[in-house]
């Protein structure tokens, strides 16, 4: 009798070390499972913080150009004032449309960066060429004038490549006016050269007021803005370094920072590129004033104002011009009449554009159709080419590259 109590106690003994071990490992999983949990916890309380930030300054960052828009445009309205008034007053709300321009611009690449959606459009280009633009566009930039900043290309490699213009030029326009924003005497320089047969090195360098060694491991973070001393209120979303970064490595390159404090920053990336032994001829450029004699062209557009616009910009090309005020009317027109080209609108009630283009496809494989959209994703204009557009062209639409794309079909 006492042999089997013996083999009940040890059996008991041996389940409840059984249970013993599986409760400790269970506590474990539970304790590793809460340390993810509230570092979860922590990491979506930051980016909720990160965010309420960003859309506060999102939120100033729109009103303030608005507030100028809206201000001078009443004062031009409603008092009387004389010509030099006017043309200020004018040239600040120009000035604040673009700026609120490139704010939606940055906000539609932060987007598609986020998601996986933005595409290079990769061509052959003369990289010196791109610099040269890009030097001449700030060249007259008034910032550089007032803070008499000598402003220099420093190196320029005289070749042609293959690689996604648009977008470099578009990160080297964004770091020149980082360092613009953040430098207020000096001089502000830029450049690139092979640091492999075929890895190019762009750099742009001023003598700014600098980013602390800690700010530099945050400063390509989305939403992130840092404090540079008395620049700590400037202006910005905490965008612009994390849409640099996110282009950079769609380009399959590297982005870095060198800086010192009151000393400057060296910002600096790498990307793969093709050489291209063919060489490009350079573009024709679009005088200002085109003929268009005897051009008859039908504008698809139901909004007033775009319309005035439109017929304002062909006013001096002695063009016919025609309007229709939604799809419907601009298919009707058409088989009534000959035009030599069409301007469409695809968002337009009764019928839009899109519809309206497959039936004049219907009847008409050739006529020039030139769309106008409000979305002006890159990969929008393969989808309306897939429609059966001739080209497109983004709002808002400037008047020399819509003579440039109008020209291609006259």
């Given amino acids: 009798m006492s042999e089997l109590k013996e083999f009940h106690d040890e059996n008991s003994n041996h389940e409840v070390r059984k249970l013993e071990m599986e409760l400790r490992k269970t506590i474990k999983e539970l304790q590793i499972k809460n340390k993810d949990l509230k570092e979860q916890k922590e990491k979506a309380e930051s980016s909720d913080k990160l965010k309420s930030i960003f859309l506060a300054n999102m939120s100033h960052e729109i009103r303030t150009p608005m507030n100028s828009i809206i201000g001078f445009s009443s004062l031009l309205i409603n ?70 900043i000598n402003f220099k290309i420093d190196s320029k490699p005289n070749c042609c490549i293959t690689s996604d213009k648009n977008r470099i030029k578009q990160i080297l326009n964004n770091l020149i006016s980082n360092s613009i924003k953040f430098t207020d005497s000096g001089e502000i320089t830029f450049g690139c050269y092979f640091i492999k047969p075929n890895i190019l090195k762009c750099y742009v360098k001023d003598t700014g007021s600098g980013v602390s060694c800690d700010d530099q491991k945050e400063i390509f973070n989305r939403f992130t803005q840092v404090n540079r001393k008395e620049h700590s209120r400037k202006e910005g979303t905490g965008l612009g370094l994390s849409i640099i970064k996110g282009l950079i490595e769609l380009l399959d390159g590297k982005i870095n920072v060198k800086s010192k404090i009151d000393k400057g920053s060296i910002f600096y990336f790498s990307i ?19 003929d268009f004699s005897g ?22 090309t002695n063009c016919d011009i025609f309007w229709a005020k939604n799809g419907l009317e601009c298919v009707n027109y058409f088989k009534e009449t000959n035009y030599d080209i069409i301007l469409m609108d695809m968002r337009m009630p009764v019928m839009s554009g899109y519809e309206a283009i497959q039936k004049i496809r219907e009847i008409d494989k050739n006529i020039p159709i030139i769309a106008q959209t409000a979305y002006g994703f890159s990969d929008d204009k393969q989808k309306l080419i897939d429609l059966g557009c001739s080209d497109y062209i983004s709002k808002p639409i400037f008047k020399n590259d819509f003579l440039k794309i109008l020209s291609k079909y006259i």
């Fill in 79 to 148: 008092n009387g004032h004389n010509k030099t008034k006017s043309k200020e007053y004018l040239k600040i709300i120009n000035k604040n449309g673009e700026g609120l321009l490139k704010l939606i611009n940055d906000i539609i690449d932060f987007s598609k960066i986020e998601v996986g959606e933005l595409k290079l459009e990769k061509n052959e280009f003369h990289m010196d060429e791109l610099m040269d633009e890009v030097y001449k566009s700030f060249s007259v930039n008034k910032q550089l004038i007032d803070k008499n």
């Fill in 295 to 316: 051009i008859r062209i039908l504008i698809a557009e139901d909004i007033a104002n775009n319309f005035d616009l439109l017929f304002e910009y062909l006013n001096d």
């Fill in 272 to 290: 793969p590129i093709e050489k291209s032994s063919v060489e490009i001829k350079t573009k024709r450029t679009i005088n200002k004033t085109c």
